[in-house]
Nanobody
Framework: QVQLVESGGGLVQPGGSLRLSCAAS????????MGWYRQAPGKQRELVAG???????NYPDSVKGRFTLSNDNAKNTLYLQMNSLKPEDTADYYC?????????WGQGTQVTVSS
């Protein structure tokens, strides 16, 4: 089992920055891929940053150059640095970690970009 706890969401003005954190615990040795997703009201959940099994990081064009995925192995924490935020980035953000048995999801953290 893997437990994920997210933090770092909030209200930010357009052009601002936020850093989301996802702390993992439990059977973290079996994780082979990780990432962040978001879901806006009335829309499907979408990937915003994620690792592949070969270690590469993928970003959709909508966030490329603005969002950065990183992790701190010592703290078992995955981060999403979000810069130059836009109103269309408003959504609930979820971290996901994949093991051979199943995917694990955090509870979500809300990000609102508004003036």
């Amino acid at each position: 089992q893997v437990q994920l706890v997210e933090s770092g969401g909030g209200l930010v003005q357009p052009g601002g920055s936020l850093r989301l954190s996802c702390a993992a615990s439990g059977s973290i040795f079996s994780i082979y891929a990780m990432g962040w997703y978001r879901q806006a009201p009335g829309k499907q959940r979408e990937l915003v940053a994620g690792t592949s099994s070969d270690g590469s990081i993928n970003y959709p064009d909508s966030v490329k150059g603005r969002f950065t995925l990183s992790n701190d192995n010592a703290k078992n924490t995955l981060y999403l640095q979000m810069n130059s935020l836009k109103p269309e980035d408003t959504a609930d953000y979820y971290c996901r970690m994949a093991t051979p048995e199943r995917d694990y999801w955090g509870q979500g953290t809300q990000v609102t970009v508004s003036s």
